[in-house]
């Protein structure tokens, strides 16, 4: 949505086509908004209620969209998305079809590697990875041709500005306490229970500390159950659903993000984006965004005792976090702006329909 209603419009006409889009979802305020804010901005929005993966006919809407139109260039999201994109895209003789995968997680599943390779690959015009780690795994394990793919960064807008609100006192936490924190999904991939079992050694190395998770998920109960098998109650904080993301970064000293693997996690540029020091386990396209040493501090995933230290190491060094906080700041801002990746995504378009056509 945010790519389509920042494309040049003097050069792009664009349309936004949800593929599961039922009529009770219509009626959802946030989808209500998101809708009347496409319109606005002068994107045709199309939403198709599919009731099953099998309804092949709830497909006929976008297919006589694509064929009306004559719509230049299909851009999927996602490995569903990116399926359909193709199998629709080519049937409607579309010139152009960019796939575009927000993180790699096929270990094992072979049936989405063939057809990322053999489909999707083959049959789109290029496959976009967020991350270099991303881009490797397609090219190394599924044995993708490197020329049809590309790296293209992932970026955020920048977060609004904080409202004042002192989150420290609403949540009784002393304005000097050292205080670290994530904000995501209770759910896997996310491993927020690593984090968790990284606040028993970290409560032992940095005294008083807090840790705040501000998110929700299925992974709750297991989370909470952490919490009480090592008695964390005065240290974990789980703040469930949260609409005060800016304030929340404001209160916090250190931001984590203890995952298992990740594309390029848009997370982690807020944090940047809100000059905060990160430590995140070394996975994914993280590296991408975070120098180790410069912009935080990387430690290997399942390791809560390298996790603890990595937070010790700056709650202990004010400075040198703050130091961190502000590289980060500054490089999210050069390198991972909304702007800067749609720009990325135009002169993408245009190489490729230049080529189509020629």
């Given at each position: 949505m945010q790519i389509a209603q920042r494309l040049d419009p003097a050069r792009f006409e664009s349309y936004v086509c949800a593929t599961r889009f039922s009529e009770e979802e219509r009626t959802r305020p946030?989808?209500?908004?998101?809708?009347?804010?496409?319109?606005?901005?002068?994107?045709?929005?199309?939403?198709?209620?599919?009731?099953?993966?099998?309804?092949?006919?709830?497909?006929?809407?976008?297919?006589q969209l694509m064929r009306r139109e004559r719509i230049d260039v299909v851009h999927a999201h996602k490995f569903g998305a990116n399926v359909w994109g193709v199998v629709m895209g080519r049937l409607a003789r579309v010139p152009v079809i960019v796939t575009h995968e927000h993180g790699w997680a096929f270990e094992g599943e072979r049936l989405k590697v063939f057809l990322d390779r053999e489909l999707i690959a083959r049959g789109g015009?290029?496959?976009?990875?967020?991350?270099?780690?991303?881009?490797?795994?397609?090219?190394?394990?599924?044995?993708?041709?490197?020329k049809d793919t590309v790296f293209v960064p992932n970026g955020i807008s920048p977060l609004p500005a904080p409202s004042g609100k002192d989150v420290r006192a609403e949540l009784g936490i002393a304005p000097d306490a050292p205080l670290t924190g994530?904000?995501?999904?209770?759910?896997?991939?996310?491993?927020?229970?690593?984090?968790?079992r990284a606040a028993d050694?970290?409560?032992?190395?940095v005294p008083g500390v807090k840790v705040l998770i501000a998110g929700d998920g299925p992974d709750r109960p297991m989370v909470e159950a952490i919490i009480d098998e090592l008695d964390l109650h005065d240290t974990v904080m789980l703040l469930g659903l949260r609409s005060d993301v800016p304030d929340l970064l404001a209160a916090l000293d250190v931001a984590v993000c203890p995952s298992d693997s990740e594309g390029s996690p848009l997370s982690i540029m807020e944090y940047m984006d809100a000059g905060l020091p990160v430590v995140?386990?070394?996975?994914?396209?993280?590296?991408?965004?975070?120098?180790?040493?410069?912009h935080g501090l990387l430690v290997p995933r399942?390791?809560?005792?390298?996790?603890?230290?990595?937070?010790a190491e700056l709650l202990n060094d004010r400075e040198r976090a703050a130091e961190m906080g502000r590289r980060g700041r500054e490089r999210r801002a050069r390198e991972f702006d909304i702007d800067v990746m749609v720009g990325n995504i135009e002169n993408l378009y245009l190489d490729l329909y230049a080529k189509a056509r020629s």
């Open positions: 946030t989808v209500e908004h998101a809708v009347r804010q496409m319109e606005e901005s002068g994107v045709t929005f199309l939403g198709l209620d599919r009731s099953s993966k099998f309804d092949l006919m709830a497909w006929r809407p976008l297919y015009t290029v496959h976009v990875a967020v991350s270099r780690a991303d881009e490797e795994r397609m090219t190394s394990i599924e044995k993708i041709k490197p994530t904000m995501g999904f209770l759910r896997y991939p996310k491993a927020i229970d690593n984090l968790v050694p970290l409560r032992r190395m995140s386990t070394n996975v994914g396209g993280v590296p991408d965004l975070i120098d180790e040493g410069v399942r390791d809560p005792e390298g996790l603890a230290r990595a937070m």
